[in-house]
């Protein structure tokens, strides 16, 4: 018995002994657990500080430059500060701000309106002092003192009797010029010359104003041109005008670009689209000549409105001369319906010619058109030459 449960117990050791190795089979241990692929991985990178966007670039505004044709000095219609300034704009000493040819003379109110042809004009009220006005800058004006004379033109409207004067802008404040003018329209013009500067004051300022406080008036135009000696009964003449005369001979245009040889002065206007010429006159002068005339009426106006008529007190008569070339039949006729013709003439035999037409009133105006203007043309469409354009008191 005793032998008997010894073979069991060695039985059952023998059982745990296979069981705790496996069977016996030591070839083929248990594989360990695979190991994981793990890619390496950098660390986190902080995010660069923000950078504000660069400032927009703002560009420089253009800098406005008025520019005068040869002969003048300055003029209100050509000011592009002023006449970039929208109508109806109203102010205490803005609308000068930007000109350097314009200053304010006290504590006016400016207004700007329409004025002639389209440009801007300016109205002056709250006048509580004759001299709330404006004043012309003459240090800012390119001329040449020394050598020439200049003539100052101011047109515009009064709203009640006065003188209107152009005086210095400092003590004395001598008047230098001066008319006097019913309700209306008026004219103001001053000679200028070194003398007349030195009297306008310590800063060489002209004052455009009325001797009266609490008178409205308009500025509709301001010229400053060469001024070319005539006679005291020659309203106008191509001959003494600043700005055609200024042109060199040769200039020559058309329509388009250089129609300028004619819209240099406000006395002429292009008819048609004809080819002008600036021509040396027999007597030193210069002229106009006029080609590329594919109509009759391809010719030149004369601008009546840029003349100052007194009717009251004159009669006028227009005088054309020049030379047609190989055309026929020189006319003064109008330059709008119903194209009146006024006066008319053969040429010589060396084709040169003069005509005359007389005007004894407005009405005289008015039978040129619409605008009043009178054309000057050959009744063919041959090329010609005017020497002289002519406005005399009769």
Not at 278 to 284: F, I, L, S, Y
Request: hydrophobic letters at 40%; glycine letters at 8%; a negative charge.
């Amino acid at each position: 018995m005793r032998k008997t449960i010894f073979i069991i117990a060695a039985l059952v050791l023998a059982l745990a002994l296979i069981t705790a190795c496996g069977n016996g089979n030591t070839t083929n241990p248990t594989p360990a657990p695979p190991v994981a692929d793990v890619t390496p991985v950098d660390p986190p990178v902080a995010p660069d500080e923000p950078v504000a966007p660069d400032a927009p670039v703002v560009p420089d505004e253009p800098e406005i430059v008025s520019v005068f044709p040869a002969g003048m000095v300055y003029s209100l219609a050509l000011d592009l500060h002023v006449q970039a300034a929208e109508v109806g704009l109203s102010g205490d000493n803005t609308l000068v701000d930007g000109t350097p040819f314009i200053m304010q003379a006290g504590n006016p109110r400016w207004w700007t309106i329409d004025g002639p042809n389209g440009t801007v004009a300016l109205q002056f009220t709250n006048r509580d002092e004759a001299y709330f006005t404006i004043d012309l800058v003459t240090t800012q004006f390119d001329w040449d003192l020394a050598s020439n004379q200049y003539l100052l033109t101011v047109r515009g409207y009064v709203d009640a009797a006065t003188r209107m004067v152009i005086n210095g802008g400092d003590n004395p404040w001598e008047e230098l010029a001066g008319v006097d003018s019913e309700q209306g329209d008026y004219v103001l013009t001053l000679l200028i010359d070194a003398e007349v500067i030195a009297a306008s004051g310590s800063r060489s300022h002209l004052r455009i104003q009325t001797v009266d406080a609490g008178i409205d008036f308009t500025i509709e135009e301001i010229t400053v041109v060469q001024y070319i000696e005539r006679p005291a009964n020659l309203v106008y003449s191509l001959s003494t005008d600043p700005l055609f005369q200024a042109l060199e001979v040769g200039t020559m245009g058309d329509d388009g670009d250089a129609h300028d040889v004619v819209l240099a002065t406000p006395n002429l206007m292009s008819a048609g689209s004809p080819r002008f010429i600036v021509t040396e006159t027999a007597d030193g002068h210069n002229g106009l000549e006029i080609r590329n005339r594919q109509h009759d009426y391809f010719a030149v106006d004369l601008v009546t409105d840029a003349i100052a008529w007194d009717f009251d007190n004159n009669n006028y008569v227009i005088t054309v001369t020049g030379n047609v070339g190989e055309g026929g039949m020189f006319i003064i006729g109008g330059a709008d319906s119903p194209w009146e013709r006024f006066a008319t003439v053969d040429p010589d035999d060396d084709k040169n010619f003069t005509v005359s037409h007389v005007l004894q009133s407005q009405d005289d105006l008015a039978a040129a058109g619409s605008r009043r203007n009178f054309r000057f043309m050959e009744e063919g469409q041959e090329h010609l030459v005017i020497y002289d354009i002519r406005v005399e008191i009769q």
